[in-house]
């Protein structure tokens, strides 16, 4: 029988004074109401009621136990309301990883919005270029980048945003600007290697796709350096129009050869587990889903 089932027909035994009361109140047999009793009477080898045909009344041993019984049962009974709210009102800690970029300037303002509606939630925030290991790092979330290579991973898409080639006005001057993809073997063509594949930069035209493999002067593993760079005219540069849109409205940076089509970058969500949510990892997917194709160089997934 279960234990704690056997404790809590105990408890009810010892309240209502009667094996018949009991097993009123729980809609059970008066047998089985009996049952539970004597198995934890054996399991404990010792006796909790005093019985004769008229009375029950606990013994010494069975006052003890059942003020040890009624903690435990409110301890569990705490335990499970606590496990409901993890599931029903976001609380508690969310832990969230994004690179670097998109989660500064994009993840980061929408989880302020998100908290402000959460008083009972904290964020904990960690900014790192690769794969995670959820489970390992304890991530609830993790914000990625292009094509999902795992396909055990659970995601959600939650935007996308197109991809640019571009450069500084000064260094198209100086260099002259392509005007097809063969052309860029005679450029300086700054290499994001967050954004798969490494060297290869992919296009779309009326002849087909093209895929160019480029060679420039400084390559990175995050986006940040390679558009300071492009800005200060050191080279061609391929990223998403959320990193470099800015730069293009202020004149920084000019977008080329417009003609061809790049496929847009997809920017997903990845959880460990795609049942029993939790209500933080819930909400906070259905709110940045919403929230996100809203901002600058962002669209729709």
């Known amino acids: ?7 809590n027909v105990f408890v009810r035994v010892a309240k ?3 094996f018949a ?7 059970i047999s008066r047998a089985m109401a009996t049952k539970h009793i004597m198995q934890l009477e054996s399991e404990l080898n010792t006796r ?6 008229r009375s029950l009344s606990l013994t010494e041993a069975g006052e003890e136990y059942l003020e ?10 705490e335990m499970e309301s606590a496990v409901t709210k993890l599931q029903t009102e976001p609380r508690g800690v969310l832990k969230i990883c994004a690179p670097p970029v998109i989660g500064a300037t994009h993840i980061a303002p929408g989880l302020t919005e998100y908290l402000k509606n959460y008083p009972d939630l904290s964020v904990e925030m960690v900014l790192k270029g690769g794969q995670v290991d959820l ?9 990625y980048l292009g094509q999902l290579n795992d396909t055990s991973l659970v995601a959600r898409k939650l ?9 500084s006005p000064d260094y198209l001057k100086a260099h002259g600007t392509p005007q097809d993809p063969e052309d860029l073997d005679d450029h300086s063509c700054l290499i994001n290697w967050a954004i798969p594949p490494r060297n290869k930069w992919r296009f779309k035209g009326i002849l087909g796709d093209r895929t160019i493999t480029v060679t420039g002067r400084m390559q990175a593993n995050m986006a940040d350096p390679i558009r300071n760079a492009a800005v200060n005219g050191l080279g061609l540069i391929m990223l998403p129009r959320y990193i470099v849109g800015r ?4 004149g920084r940076l000019q977008v080329i050869m417009e003609q061809y089509a790049i496929s847009p970058l997809a920017i997903y969500a990845v959880y460990p587990h795609r049942k029993y949510l939790s209500a933080k990892v819930r909400s906070f997917l259905d709110f940045i889903q919403g929230w996100l194709p809203h901002r600058i160089g962002m669209d729709p997934p």
């Open 16 to 18: 209502a004074g009667s």
């Open 159 to 167: 935007a996308s945003s197109s991809l640019v080639v571009c450069a």
């Open 135 to 143: 489970i390992d790092e304890g991530v609830d979330i993790a914000i």
């Open 21 to 27: 009361g009991a097993a009123k109140d729980l809609d």
């Open 48 to 53: 909790l009621f005093n019985r004769t045909t």
């Open 1 to 7: 029988m279960d234990k704690l089932t056997s404790m």
């Open 247 to 250: 730069d293009i409205e202020l």
């Open 68 to 77: 040890r019984c009624q903690q435990v049962l409110l301890d569990v009974q």
